[in-house]
Nanobody, 124 residues
């Protein structure tokens, strides 16, 4: 069974850091695209970062460029999202999504398998 499980969310002060994890089971990340999405209250879900399996290319939405970094540990079958310089507007539920394809996208329709989400709250 294809499954992804997020972890690592929490409460952090503005300017702080968190690292989210997306653990995959039932498939290998080496042949899968992984995306990170977030949804704030009253807002639509937005794609913030993704990593392709074809060549490891990574993509970021403008609002997180230079602050967030996506990476993959194939040995652990886990994708990470390192989030630095966090801002209150980063507060949201963060989701990991997987698709058994080579190229990633920041569009949610590109993914068939979603995690349950992890809450990130940036507040003083």
């Amino acid at each position: 069974q294809v499954q992804v499980v997020e972890s690592g969310g929490g409460l952090v002060q503005p300017g702080g850091s968190l690292r989210l994890s997306c653990a995959a089971s039932g498939f290998t990340l080496d042949y899968s695209a992984i995306g990170w999405f977030r949804q704030a209250p009253g807002k639509e879900r937005e794609g913030i970062s993704c990593i392709s399996s074809s060549d490891g290319s990574t993509y970021y939405t403008d609002s997180v460029k230079g602050r967030f970094t996506i990476s993959k540990d194939s040995a652990k079958n886990t994708v990470y999202l390192q989030m630095n310089s966090l801002k209150p507007e980063d507060t949201a539920v963060y989701y990991c999504a997987a698709d058994l394809t080579l190229e990633c996208t920041l569009k949610s329709y590109g993914y068939d398998h979603w995690g349950q989400g992890t809450q990130v709250t940036v507040s003083s």
